[in-house]
């Protein structure tokens, strides 16, 4: 069965909401919503079938966008591959050219709404930022906490809260603060043993490669609602982490780093190769910052990852 190449878009305005449109009930997956766009035509190259699609759809032209996942996905009757673009302006005022009902969404209630199953990994990148930042080691609780909320002013809306060298009880106390500091401003994820889940509902949690091959076999260990990420080196971890089902993951070392400098990096050859087959958004992680955060975008990638690259001093 020959793959469907959809072009479609993620079309935020500027206050952040985000445009979807709902299928005719005799097309396929009718009924549900969908990010607007259609069938890429033979020969023709993305941007044209996106501009193409969404003239044709809207009524808009689109002036600035960038790649943001590709979804391979398989149906019972239909093989596609979803490229999604992020488009962030646009000439013309969006309505349903074709009658299609449209609503303008916050990112944060796009899981109100059915879409086709395809969709799932596309919510999940329109929900999550380009940066996500990884707290440094070394640093005490209160130095940690001030660092947070300088990362916070500076519009951080993802980070993870990692303390290796930490005691249990002394990482508990510090994840609290944090929890209050990141409410309602950005998504805090934790690290650690999966009975604290219930301890810190408002959380989500990041995996480690070894949390990760102990799970997978298992199932997901929580809520769809509750973000789940895992750390990722390598095809066989990612295909884990597809197999339980987390939202998103980071893949590293991409290039070498002066903390693990042991590490082999996998390169940007590979890691685009990689990225190909895996339908989850991810962040590229080691020897990456703002200034990769184009060719991260270029290789299939959500964004960056980073300590230092994001850690204000």
């Given amino acids: 069965m020959k793959r469907v190449h959809v072009a479609a878009a993620v079309i935020r305005r500027a206050d952040g909401r985000i445009l979807i449109a709902k299928r005719a009930d005799a097309s396929h997956q009718g009924g549900l919503w969908e990010f607007p766009g259609g069938k890429v035509e033979s020969g023709e190259a993305i941007e044209a079938a996106l501009a193409r699609e969404l003239q044709e759809e809207l009524g808009i032209h689109p002036t600035a966008a960038r790649p943001l996942i590709q979804v391979r996905h398989d149906y019972p009757d239909k093989q596609v591959l979803l490229d999604v673009w992020e488009v962030s302006a646009f000439a013309g005022q969006a309505h349903g050219a074709e009658g299609q009902p449209l609503a303008w969404v916050n990112p944060r209630q796009l899981g109100d709404y059915e879409f086709p199953a395809a969709n799932r990994p596309i919510i999940a990148a329109a929900r999550l930022p380009e940066r996500y930042l990884i707290t440094p080691d070394g640093l005490g609780a209160a130095e940690l906490l001030r660092g947070i909320q300088r990362a916070l002013d500076s519009d951080i809306a993802l980070l993870q809260l990692r303390a290796p060298a930490m005691f249990d009880p002394q990482y508990r106390d510090l994840a609290l603060d944090a929890v209050g500091l990141c409410a309602g401003r950005a998504q805090l994820m934790l ?77 940007w050859a590979a890691t685009a190769e990689l990225l190909q087959g895996f339908n989850q958004p991810v962040y590229l992680l080691g020897g990456v910052g703002p200034a990769e955060l184009e060719r991260a975008w270029q290789v299939g990638a959500q964004g960056v990852a980073g300590i230092r690259a994001f850690w204000p001093d």
């Fill in 191 to 267: 690290k650690g043993p999966l009975e604290w889940l219930s301890d810190f509902p408002a959380a989500g949690w990041h995996l480690t490669a070894q949390q990760l091959r102990e799970l997978a076999a298992s199932g997901r260990p929580l809520a769809p609602e509750r973000w789940l990420a895992a750390s990722c080196h390598s095809a066989e971890e990612l295909a884990l982490a597809a197999q339980l089902g987390v939202d998103f993951v980071t893949l590293s070392p991409v290039q070498a780093t002066a903390t693990h400098p042991q590490a082999q990096p996998l390169g």
